[in-house]
C-alpha cells in the first residue's frame, strides 16, 4: 500500500488528477485507482514510467518518508514487480539490483574513457 500511497501523494501534490495520469500511461483511471489503493502490484518499469511522468526519483515513490535514494536518472528494470506493502527484503533485492547495474555501467564507461585515452 505505500507505493501506491505515495503515487497519490505525488500526484497530488503536482494538482494532476487520475484521469490526467492515466491518460498518459495509456490505461485507465479505474486502474491509476487499483494502483494507488493497492489492490494491484505493479511492475518496476510501470513504477518508473509513473516516477518520470510525476518528475520524481523512483525511490521516492518506493518510501515517501524516508526517501531512501536521492540519484537520478536511474533504471529499475522492466521484468521485476514490487508488491505494494513492499518489505526490507525487497528493497533491498531493488538496491542489489540496481547497484548491480551502476558496477556494470561504470566498467563500461571506464573501458570506454581507457579506450578514448588511446
Keep these: 500500500m505505500v507505493i501506491g500511497t505515495n503515487i497519490r501523494k505525488e500526484r497530488m501534490l503536482k494538482g494532476y488528477s487520475q484521469d490526467w495520469l492515466a491518460s498518459k500511461l495509456n490505461i485507465s483511471q479505474n486502474v491509476i485507482s487499483d494502483i494507488e489503493n493497492g489492490k494491484v502490484d505493479i511492475k518496476l518499469g510501470k513504477l518508473e514510467e509513473i ?68
Design 51 to 118: 516516477a518520470n511522468i510525476l518528475e520524481v526519483d523512483p525511490y521516492k515513490l518506493i518510501d515517501f518518508e524516508k526517501n531512501y535514494y536521492n540519484a537520478s536518472n536511474n533504471s529499475l528494470g522492466d521484468n521485476s514487480t514490487l508488491k505494494n506493502g513492499t518489505d526490507n527484503d525487497e528493497l533491498i533485492a531493488v538496491y542489489q539490483e540496481l547497484v548491480a547495474s551502476l558496477k556494470s555501467e561504470i566498467k563500461s564507461k571506464d573501458e570506454l574513457i581507457k579506450h578514448l585515452q588511446k
